[in-house]
């Protein structure tokens, strides 16, 4: 079986292969947290704890939460986070699981960019590049938001993008993006 670099990088093992006495595979993902609605910090934290019960998910680390700005949109200033996890469920099922999440706590998707009380994205699924209708991995746009990459860098500063290469590599170019460590 595959181990996991120790920064918790998936450029080395993002899936765990089964052997013969392996009782199941695991896949390494990154899930991006959002919410600027209500309770955001709140919203947040509770996400991370569902994700911790998720059935078939376990969370191996969180990243600390981070104040931005809207982007393309209006509202409050959103809360972030990025949530790395173990998990054995695929990526469609995992997936649905997120907006299950999502619905238990409200959310409506009313236009593109709406303000929300959670948005929970799948932004990893190991090394996986994924288009279907209903799902793009590596997600479309985390290159291009620090939101994003800020927390995501912060778990796992070797990370590589599937297809885009090392993360760090985009940093730059979000530098202009308001976003603040929440202490």
């Given at each position: 079986?595959?181990?996991?670099?120790?920064?918790?990088s998936?450029?080395?093992?993002?899936?765990?292969?089964?052997?013969?006495?392996?009782?199941?595979?695991?896949?390494?993902?990154?899930?991006?947290?959002?919410?600027?609605?209500?309770?955001?910090?709140?919203?947040?934290?509770?996400?991370?704890?569902?994700?911790?019960?998720?059935?078939?998910?376990?969370?191996?680390?969180?990243?600390?939460?981070?104040?931005?700005?809207?982007?393309?949109?209006?509202?409050?200033?959103?809360?972030?986070?990025?949530?790395?996890?173990?998990?054995?469920?695929?990526?469609?099922?995992?997936?649905?699981?997120?907006?299950?999440?999502?619905?238990?706590?409200?959310?409506?998707?009313?236009?593109?960019?709406?303000p929300?009380?959670?948005?929970?994205?799948?932004?990893?699924?190991?090394?996986?590049?994924?288009?279907s209708?209903?799902?793009?991995?590596?997600?479309?746009?985390?290159?291009?938001?620090?939101?994003?990459?800020?927390?995501?860098?912060?778990?796992?500063?070797?990370?590589?993008?599937?297809?885009?290469?090392?993360?760090?590599?985009?940093?730059?170019?979000?530098?202009?993006?308001?976003?603040s460590?929440?202490i």
């Amino acid at each position: 079986m595959n181990s996991i670099d120790k920064d918790g990088s998936p450029s080395a093992a993002l899936t765990a292969q089964p052997d013969d006495g392996a009782p199941f595979a695991f896949t390494i993902a990154y899930i991006g947290i959002g919410a600027n609605l209500g309770d955001a910090r709140g919203n947040v934290a509770d996400a991370l704890e569902r994700l911790q019960r998720l059935p078939g998910c376990t969370l191996m680390a969180a990243s600390g939460l981070y104040r931005t700005a809207p982007i393309d949109s209006s509202g409050d200033d959103y809360i972030n986070a990025v949530a790395r996890i173990a998990t054995t469920l695929g990526a469609e099922a995992l997936l649905q699981a997120l907006h299950g999440i999502e619905q238990a706590h409200g959310r409506e998707r009313p236009y593109r960019n709406a303000p929300r009380t959670l948005d929970l994205d799948l932004l990893l699924y190991g090394d996986r590049q994924i288009a279907s209708a209903t799902l793009t991995v590596p997600h479309p746009r985390m290159t291009e938001r620090a939101f994003v990459l800020v927390p995501l860098l912060e778990l796992a500063p070797a990370i590589h993008i599937p297809g885009k290469g090392a993360a760090q590599q985009y940093a730059a170019s979000v530098a202009d993006q308001g976003i603040s460590p929440i202490i």
